[in-house]
């Protein structure tokens, strides 16, 4: 095992342009580990996402993957980390000509050279992972909602992923479909050993199951920790995170982020 941490960030500044985005961002996923990343709308999130896929880079800082920078990547190497690596995107878009079979196949027959036959059972194998038989034939049209997040998470495994990165995985679903969705996601995330994040705007749902909570406002890191930690934190502004408050703490004090962390951790 590597002595490093899977997914590291070390000071990484990001602007669009002279627009600062993120900034002072250190954290570190261990191998096999699921973070959460939560914060507000325009925080930074997907930004994050991208830092680690390499479709963007850093202005300043490090983005490090079991201790290599990626800025180091050569094309080449920039490609093998990709490969080794499952994105699931909030709409989770299947594409829509295609059946379940040949959207789950997709990734098989553009990044390998499987035959055939072994991809039809590799197929049917992550269609059986996320709780789906029989439905190889169906269009995406003849999916419910829960049932195309499901077969989106096949095609997101379907090359058993070293790094599972999801952007909001939950949006649209009625609760119990996310809550199927969550338990499958977690349960993938264990089975696959493969290390994760996720970002959500559900709390209690992601606490349940991953193993660590990094938290964004307005582009800085207000919170790192366990799941644990952060139930016990029980702040203001938490609070009015989680349960979608239009007032409190976070729109008065911004941005005056040392104060806001003090109210935070003290
Ligand atoms: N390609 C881009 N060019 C310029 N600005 C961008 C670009 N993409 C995002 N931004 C800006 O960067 C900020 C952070 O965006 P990001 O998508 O990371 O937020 P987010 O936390 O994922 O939000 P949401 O919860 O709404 O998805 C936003 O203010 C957004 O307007
Ligand atoms: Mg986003």
Do not use: C
Request: no cysteine; proline share 6%.
């Amino acid at each position: 095992m590597s002595p490093f941490p899977f997914i590291e960030m070390k000071d990484v500044a990001f602007a669009y342009g002279d627009r600062p985005i993120l900034k002072n961002i250190n954290f570190s996923i261990p191998q096999g580990n699921f973070a959460a990343v939560m914060g507000g709308s325009g925080s930074g999130k997907t930004t994050l996402m991208r830092l680690i896929t390499g479709q963007i880079r850093p202005q300043s800082g490090q983005v490090l993957i079991e201790g290599w920078d990626l800025a180091g990547f050569s094309a080449d190497e920039l490609y093998e980390h990709r490969r080794r690596m499952g994105v699931l995107f909030q709409h989770g878009a299947l594409f829509t000509d295609l059946s379940v079979f040949d959207n789950i196949a997709f990734p098989m027959r553009e990044l390998t050279r499987l035959p055939e036959a072994v991809i039809r059972d590799l197929v049917l194998l992550k269609l059986n992972a996320v709780g789906l038989r029989g439905v190889e034939n169906l269009m995406p049209s003849e999916l419910s909602g829960g049932m195309s997040r499901r077969v989106a998470l096949a095609r997101t495994i379907a090359l058993d992923p070293e790094i599972m990165l999801y952007d909001e995985p939950f949006t649209g679903l009625d609760p119990i479909s996310l809550g199927v969705i969550a338990h499958l996601i977690s349960r993938v995330n264990k089975a696959l050993r493969s290390t994760s994040i996720m970002v959500t705007h559900d709390i209690e749902k992601s606490l349940e199951i991953v193993d660590q909570v990094i938290f964004l406002a307005h582009g800085e890191i207000m919170f790192s920790g366990s799941p644990q930690e952060m139930r016990e934190l029980d702040s203001p502004w938490v609070r009015q995170f989680v349960g979608g408050l239009a007032d409190g703490p976070v729109a008065y004090r911004y941005p005056a982020q040392t104060s806001l962390q003090q109210d935070l951790l003290g």
